[in-house]
C-alpha cells in the first residue's frame, strides 16, 4: 500500500478531529482510573415539638353614649399549635382589673373607668379568666384556628367625661 502524503491541509483537519475527540478520551481514561465506587447513607431529621403560637386581637364596643343599657361585642384571636397538642387558653384581668371578673377600661386623658367582662361563650355565662375552670381547651390541627371572645359591657354610672376607653389583656396559652 502506498504511503499517504499529509498535507498542510490533511495536517489541519486531524488536528481538529483529535482536539474535537480528546476531552472523550481524558474522560474515559480517568473514569478507568476511578474503577470503584464507595457508598453510604447521610442520615436527614427533623424533630417536630410540641409548641403554640397566638396572634393578638381585639374587642371593640365602639362609639356608645350613655351606659344605660347591656353592650354585647365580639373579637377573636388566633391560636396555631402542632397537630395533637393539646392546649388551654387563659385571659388575665388586663391592666386595670383587681380579677378577671371585675376588668376595667381607663380613659387615658381622665383616669375614669368603665367596667367590663370577656366571656367564652355566645351566651355569656361563663367568664374567661385564667384559672382551671374558666380556661378554653382545645387541640391543635397545625392549622390557625381562630378563637372568638364574647364582650359586654353592663349599664353602669357614666364617667362624665367623653373619652378613649382602653385596656390590654394578656393572653396565655398553656401546652
Known amino acids: 500500500m502506498p504511503a499517504m502524503e499529509l498535507t498542510p491541509t490533511i495536517l489541519r483537519r486531524l488536528r481538529k478531529v483529535l482536539l474535537a475527540i480528546s476531552p472523550a ?4 481514561v480517568a473514569g478507568e482510573a476511578c474503577a470503584a465506587t464507595a457508598n453510604t447513607n447521610l442520615g436527614v431529621t427533623l424533630t417536630i415539638s410540641a409548641q403554640c403560637v397566638v396572634a393578638g386581637g381585639a374587642v ?3 362609639p356608645q353614649g350613655v351606659l344605660s343599657s347591656i353592650i354585647d361585642s365580639n373579637g377573636s384571636f388566633s391560636v396555631t399549635c402542632t397537630s395533637g397538642t393539646p392546649y388551654s387558653i387563659g385571659l388575665d384581668q388586663g ?5 378577671v371578673s371585675a376588668r376595667k377600661m381607663r380613659s387615658s386623658t381622665t ?11 355566645a351566651a355569656r355565662t ?50
Open 25 to 28: 478520551v481524558i474522560g474515559i
Open 111 to 121: 383616669g375614669a373607668e368603665v367596667s367590663y367582662a370577656l366571656y367564652l361563650d
Open 95 to 99: 391592666l386595670f382589673g383587681l380579677l
Open 126 to 175: 361563663l367568664n374567661w379568666g385564667n384559672l382551671i375552670g374558666s380556661l378554653l381547651s382545645n387541640t391543635g390541627t397545625g392549622d390557625t384556628q381562630t378563637i372568638n371572645v364574647y364582650g359586654r359591657i353592663l349599664p353602669q354610672a357614666t364617667p362624665a367625661a367623653a373619652s378613649d376607653y382602653t385596656d390590654t389583656v394578656t393572653i396565655s396559652v398553656s401546652y
Open 60 to 62: 371593640a364596643f365602639g
